[in-house]
């Protein structure tokens, strides 16, 4: 059974930072590109970045760019987002998403908190 | 970036209606390779989002057969034949046929 458990998140200062963790099981996760995405209180969801198998290739979504880095350590099995010089609206619920052949989120953790306030 | 509309934002059904929800884009969703990545997810309350559909009308698996896409291009739709009570929450159709990739902002379904 595919699974994916986000953590890491918790209260942050603006300005501050932070790392999130998603372990995956299940599968053979050096196999499979990972995406990150991110679900506002007032419940939009927002897409912030994939990463290629082997870790070599990420793209941003513009509105996070050059703050969030995504990375992956397939020998853990696991994929990692930093978040820098975090601000109020990065306050949300962050998950980890798994593709499948001819399609992204596939597979979803339950998510991890993310709340950025003084 | 390109922009999903949905409508309506929200749907009343009783069990055993069938049901539509559409999803309008801002340009064509269909790849240089001509897939077309349009995608349907359901979040049921407390849970995160999970697929339903796939590449506008490719049925996940273990995902009921009363779900079922169709469209292309702009227009898609999602097609419930009869209401379940398990199928209240909130639908959202996404697209990663360009970057960056982009959801629309959801259909909530209520059950009468």
């Known amino acids: 059974e595919v699974q994916l458990v986000e953590s890491g998140g918790s209260l942050v200062q603006p300005g501050g930072s932070l790392k999130l963790s998603c372990v995956a099981s299940?599968?053979?996760?050096?196999?499979?590109?990972m995406d990150w995405v991110r679900q506002t209180p007032g419940k939009s969801l927002e897409w912030i970045g994939e990463?290629?198998?082997?870790?070599?290739?990420?793209n941003y979504a513009p509105s996070i760019k050059d703050r969030f880095t995504i990375s992956r350590d397939n020998a853990k099995s696991t994929l990692y987002l930093q978040m820098s010089n975090v601000k109020s609206d990065d306050t949300a619920i962050y998950y980890c998403?798994?593709?499948?052949?001819?399609?992204?989120?596939?597979?979803w953790g339950q998510g991890t908190l993310v709340t950025v306030s003084s | 970036d390109v922009v999903l509309t949905q409508t309506p934002p929200t749907l009343s059904a009783t069990i055993g209606q069938s049901v539509s929800i559409s999803c309008r884009s801002s340009?064509?969703?269909?790849?240089?390779?001509?897939?077309?990545?349009l995608n349907w997810l359901l979040q049921r309350p407390g849970q995160p989002p999970q697929l339903l559909i796939y590449?506008?009308?490719r049925l996940e698996s273990g995902v009921p057969n009363r779900f079922s896409g169709s469209g292309s291009g702009t227009d898609f739709t999602l097609k419930i034949s009869g209401v379940e009570a398990e199928d209240l929450g909130v639908y959202y159709c996404?697209?990663?046929?360009?970057?960056?990739?982009?959801f629309g902002s959801g259909t909530k379904l209520e059950i009468k």
């Open positions: 990463i290629n198998t082997d870790g070599s290739k990420t």
């Open positions: 340009q064509s969703l269909l790849h240089s390779n001509g897939n077309t990545y």
């Open positions: 998403t798994r593709r499948n052949i001819g399609t992204t989120f596939a597979y």
């Open positions: 299940g599968f053979t996760f050096s196999n499979y590109w």
């Open positions: 590449l506008v009308s």
């Open positions: 996404v697209q990663s046929t360009h970057a960056p990739l982009t």
